[in-house]
């Protein structure tokens, strides 16, 4: 087996962990298990799940070799039992980010028999004497049986034929090497080399910079042989390195004869026909040793034990001499370059310092003018967004400089962001009021919505409502499957469970009512309402979809309410409505109005936006709410998209959704299993 392992550009995107694992047996009862591969993602990834991926592979791991079956296959499916157990712990502790945003593949492969399971949208392809096939939907499986498992739900088998080439690629990549023909290239080889397979993949080094990805290529073959991670970054730059920099002075050493005792008494014998005898001849070396001969008996002793032990004593100090002269040379020459690389960057950082500080001088006569003049405010703000911008790699390396240098840019980068923080509204709470928290054996919630004094908090992962009612009184309601959606409608709670069923709570009454299909399987990720009217947002087709209500909670046939194709709104992560709709997608802001394209906000505030979730708004608010947990806080906007509030707090580590009471100023935030309130 030759396996390559390639990672694009696995830091460009901060809210995306991506790795692969590769597992080569190594003690007896393991090899009968064979080899274990795995490529892995999580989007939109928060700080406590950073090391998720490197814990679940070694679930996988420690459980397939550890089982005694000695079978593959009976092997993997532990080990996927094992991970199913370990992500149920996880989110029974209160911690479902990963949800929904977890991609991974596992394969093993024994002699020639394959078996892999997958969640999310890896790709797993076989090229076969120059055929591209996808193993997940066209191969001949042997043996194919479903396994009811709760995240990694199915094992499937296959055979392979010697020289068969198993890639395994993220989505992003997948595309890309489809578009550009890549995969048939690499089928074309005649040989699959990593020389050649680099030559192919250097020919889109440009555009492939731009990427993020893993991409792991099997090759079947008979030797063993794992290939070096190729990691391709935007920036080819080469880090300092003790050993390439002392190299040619360490290999003057490696050079210089090696003094040993065996050299020493090492003798040439040369045989002689006289019975019973034999010749010694020790040679001449530079210790000035007369050359002895001598006839010694079939026995022969060279050497006492003290003399050995004098001849190795000699010879342990003259090494022990060159070692601690060498020693002396590198560090000499270390701190000769440790000085000269201090001096270079504290040039380079005090020309730095000075540009900041006429950039920070500039955005001050700004501040000045930001009350009379509204532009004054921007331009402020973008100034002092690029002095940020240009002190904050100063201030990750400290390590060569003075300490009074040190303090002068930590100083700077303070002043800087407390400017910033004033200026975009930013109020960090250090102890947010903590409403309710939630017992993981009751209950474990994953979104909430606010009407009438109560709080209903639902999972797609339950097929429980549990409701909060004032001074903490709890109910649980239970349906028959579990809930997707939830919206106000009127003085109700609406709950939508796929593919078409609504549920409707009313004064502790429940009743249910069922939708018309607009399509076959749409793809509803949000619901909202706005004169009983229901909006869904179908994130795969883009469509708004209108339903209107009838009574006797009969609705309308569905309607598309979009007039043109819906280019925008195509992967769109969230949906709010007041007189217009406004769709929340990739960190931008589109507005539409009677159905049309009306206008597009890009949300310029500092700290600088990475990943939003949720916005939210309505006819009786003049804010928009918009939630961005990794940055553990919440942003509330005028609809002309000025900065009214943000709220941060290093308690919101985990937050899933939130709602707000029918007049927009009290907050509720779902951080796990507790919920904090705030006032705006």
């Not at 975009?424 to 919505?449: M, Q, Y």
Request: a positive charge; charged letters at 30%; one cysteine or more.
């Amino acid at each position: 087996m030759k396996v390559f392992e390639f990672h694009f550009n696995p830091k460009l995107k901060e809210n995306l962990i991506l790795d692969s694992f590769c597992y080569e047996p190594e003690k007896g009862y393991e090899k009968k298990l064979g080899s274990l591969y795995m490529v892995a993602s999580l989007k939109n990834a928060l700080p406590q799940n950073k090391r998720l991926l490197k814990r679940l592979a070694e679930v996988l791991k420690e459980k397939h070799y550890s089982s005694r079956t000695g079978s593959a296959e009976r092997a993997l499916r532990a080990s996927l039992k094992e991970a199913n157990k370990f992500l149920d712990k996880i989110s029974k502790s209160g911690d479902v980010s990963w949800l929904g945003n977890l991609d991974f593949f596992i394969l093993s492969i024994k002699d020639s028999k394959l078996n892999f399971s997958k969640v999310g949208d890896i790709k797993p392809v076989l090229i076969r004497a120059g055929q591209i096939t996808n193993i997940e939907e066209k191969i001949q499986l042997e043996d194919f049986e479903p396994y009811p498992l709760k995240i990694f739900a199915n094992i499937v088998s296959g055979k392979l034929a010697e020289t068969d080439l198993i890639c395994v690629l993220t989505n992003e990549l997948f595309d890309y090497f489809n578009q550009e023909k890549i995969l048939k290239k690499i089928a074309k080889l005649s040989l699959f080399e990593s020389k050649q397979l680099k030559e192919i993949l250097n020919g889109k080094k440009q555009a492939l910079s731009q990427l993020t990805g893993v991409f792991l290529a099997i090759h079947f073959i008979k030797e063993k042989s794992l290939g070096k991670k190729q990691t391709i970054s935007q920036d080819d730059l080469k880090a300092f390195s003790l050993k390439k920099t002392f190299g040619p002075v360490l290999k003057v050493f490696e050079k210089l004869p090696r003094l040993s005792f065996e050299k020493l008494i090492k003798s040439k014998r040369k045989s002689k026909k006289k019975k019973g005898l034999k010749s010694l001849q020790i040679p001449k070396i530079k210790l000035e040793i007369p050359e002895i001969k001598l006839k010694l008996p079939k026995k022969i002793h060279v050497f006492s034990k003290s003399q050995k032990a004098k001849k190795i004593k000699g010879l342990s100090f003259h090494k022990n001499i060159i070692l601690v002269f060498g020693l002396i040379v590198l560090l000499i020459l270390g701190f000769v370059f440790s000085k000269f690389e201090q001096k270079r960057k504290i040039d380079a950082y005090t020309q730095e310092i000075k540009g900041i500080q006429e950039i920070l001088e500039l955005s001050e006569s700004f501040l000045i003018l930001k009350s009379t003049r509204p532009e004054a405010f921007e331009k402020a703000n973008s100034l002092l967004e690029e002095s940020w911008d240009k002190v904050l790699p100063l201030s990750k390396d400290l390590s060569f400089l003075p300490k009074e240098f040190s303090n002068q840019i930590i100083e700077l980068k303070n002043e800087i962001s407390d400017k910033l923080y004033e200026l975009n509204k930013l109020e960090t709470i250090e102890n947010p009021e903590l409403f309710f928290e939630f017992d993981r054996k009751e209950f474990i919630p994953n979104n909430l919505i606010a009407q009438n004094n109560n709080l209903y908090f639902f999972s797609p992962y339950s097929a429980n409502i549990f409701i909060l009612k004032p001074n903490n009184q709890k109910q649980i309601i239970e349906t028959e499957k579990s809930v997707n959606l939830a919206v106000r409608f009127n003085d109700s709670a609406l709950f939508f469970s796929e593919p078409d069923k609504l549920i409707v709570l009313k004064n502790e009454q429940v009743s249910e009512s069922q939708l018309e299909s607009a399509y076959q399987e749409p793809d509803f990720n949000n619901l909202v309402s706005y004169y009983n009217n229901l909006y869904f947002l179908d994130k795969t087709t883009g469509q708004i979809i209108k339903y209107g209500f009838l009574e006797n909670l009969n609705w309308d046939n569905p309607v598309s309410w979009l007039n043109k194709k819906p280019e925008k709104t195509i992967g769109a992560q969230s949906m709010a409505i007041d007189s217009s709709i406004w769709i929340l997608k990739e960190n931008l802001i589109y507005k539409y109005y009677k159905g049309e394209f009306n206008e597009e906000f890009t949300i310029n505030i500092f700290p600088e936006i990475k990943v939003l979730s949720k916005i939210y708004t309505s006819p009786n608010t003049p804010y928009l709410y918009i939630l961005e947990p990794l940055q553990k806080r919440i942003i509330i906007l005028a609809k002309d998209g000025q900065i009214i509030k943000q709220l941060q707090s290093e308690r919101f580590d985990n937050l899933l959704d939130f709602s707000t009471d029918e007049n927009g100023k009290t907050i509720y935030l779902l951080n796990g299993l507790k919920v904090y309130k705030t006032n705006l």
